[in-house]
């Protein structure tokens, strides 16, 4: 088995392999790895075209390797071709960016009219960077590109005047692919991608964009949104849902179950027949997303049984044209449920989902409240519209955590931002209220929401 042993000699390494013929390695005659720019150990001199040019400070040698050796020594050609042409070959294929052309220490002489083809296999054209036009004489020019895959490099100076060459930079690129890694909070690594636009995915998880969108492992978001249409000083603080409504089943403030009974579907009109998505939670306050084909007046069993009920939409293709009832199961009259007690959701004309500002945290979950805002356009012009916004905690009561006001003067509205978002432990029932206070008020009417990033509790 032969050894490879170095030997000192001068500004080089000699490599010597027992038994073979000695490896030089200098600076222009690299070991074989890639480097920033071409080498003379790149250049597959016998394949190499310079007709026509010589050397013109008597450097000595192939003339190629004088441009890449030695800034002070130069070739010319004086040649009447046009174009003039310098064909550079390689001994293995280059990844590259960039050509650099200079004359230097030759006081008169230049380059110009240049055209830079870039070759691949088969000479098949990669890249052409077309400056024949110009002709202005140069000194130093820069000729970038691609990057590209190359095999060799053709130079043509489009002018009968002569050229001088002093040195060639061809600049090199190594081609990538990282990854970047990140540690979990258990200690898995995991790799972190890119998006389609290119564009790396690091998430923030108080962007409501980037959960919006999925990005967030462990986050949803959730826009609660509602409307108390109708209701008069005499009822007192109302919930702000469909059901405040005085022309319809007057149930000013929201009845939560007690149990799963939430287990019925109806239409106040017999033509509605299209799809309900039925939002809520199970006996196990687990989410459950359901969608029930209406049957009219004709009560439709929900597939689970809810204990809250706290979205419905219409999925179909068609609007409804009577009112949809989400209730436990009781008797009805026109497809209505009779004991309104028992209604835990409606969808009013025309709007095709629930109007509720009424939300339970799901098992599992932590809520942080972003938000909430209300605004009224009630009837009553000179009054104040106090809003509270409640939670009660499971197996608690009801507990005030936010108050406002809205001073009716025709329309009004506010908004309240947390800089640290309220914080909702899982099965806390939220909702919000409003109270109209002018005496003998009737057909006031408020809207109210809020938002609230879900988080999985680990």
């Not at 071709?81 to 004359?103: A, E, M, S, W, Y």
């Not at 070759?119 to 110009?134: H, K, T, Y």
């Not at 799963?260 to 196990?284: P, R």
Request: hydrophobic letters at 40%.
């Amino acid at each position: 088995m032969s050894r490879i042993r170095p030997w000192a000699n001068g500004d080089q390494v000699v490599l010597t392999d027992t038994g073979s013929v000695p490896v030089s390695a200098g600076l222009q005659s690299p070991l074989p790895v890639n480097a920033d720019s071409v080498y003379t150990s790149d250049l597959w001199i016998s394949e190499s075209v310079v007709a026509g040019w010589v050397d013109l400070d008597g450097a000595g040698g192939d003339l190629i390797p004088i441009l890449f050796n030695n800034l002070h020594t130069a070739i010319q050609n004086t040649s009447a071709d046009n174009p003039k042409v310098l064909f550079v070959h390689f001994n293995r294929t280059v990844f590259l960016n960039q050509v650099g052309i200079g004359c230097a220490n030759h006081v008169g002489d230049s380059f110009s009219n240049v055209l830079v083809r870039v070759l691949g296999s088969g000479g098949v054209e990669r890249e052409v960077f077309n400056d024949s036009a110009n002709s202005t004489k140069l000194t130093s020019n820069n000729y970038q590109f691609g990057p590209e895959l190359c095999n060799a490099l053709q130079l043509e100076f489009y002018t009968a005047d002569p050229i001088t060459l002093t040195n060639l930079t061809i600049q090199k690129l190594t081609s990538t692919s990282s990854i970047l890694r990140a540690t979990e909070p258990n200690g898995s690594i995991i790799d972190i991608g890119a998006t389609e636009s290119g564009n790396l995915k690091v998430s923030d998880a108080e962007s409501g964009l980037a959960i919006a969108k999925g990005l967030v492992k462990g986050n949803t978001f959730i826009h609660k949104f509602g409307g108390a249409p109708d209701f008069a000083t005499a009822d007192g603080p109302v919930t702000i849902w469909d059901g405040a409504d005085a022309g319809g089943i007057d149930e000013m403030t929201y009845t939560y179950s007690t149990t799963a009974a939430i287990d019925s579907l109806s239409s106040s009109s017999t033509t509605d027949l299209t799809s309900i998505e039925v939002q809520g939670l199970d006996a196990n306050y687990a989410l459950v997303i359901q969608t029930i084909t209406l049957a009219g007046q004709v009560l439709v069993a929900l597939t689970t049984p809810l204990l809250r009920v706290f979205r419905l939409k219409n999925v179909g293709n068609v609007d409804l044209t009577g009112y949809v009832y989400c209730y436990e199961n009781t008797a009805l009259s026109g497809g209505v449920p009779v004991d309104t007690a028992k209604v835990r959701a409606i969808i009013q004309l025309p709007n095709n989902q629930t109007l509720m500002a009424v939300y339970t945290v799901p098992a599992g979950c932590t809520g942080y409240m972003r938000d909430w805002y209300a605004a009224t356009a009630g009837a009553s012009k000179s009054s104040n519209y106090p809003v509270r916004l409640l939670a009660r905690p499971f197996g608690q009561v009801f507990q005030l955590k936010h108050v406002a006001a809205l001073s009716d003067g025709g329309t009004s509205q506010v908004q309240h931002r947390y800089e640290e978002p309220e914080v909702f432990a899982e099965k806390t029932d939220i909702e919000l209220r409003v109270a109209v206070l002018a005496t003998g008020a009737s057909g006031a009417a408020v809207a109210g929401g809020f938002d609230i990033v879900l988080a999985d509790n680990v």
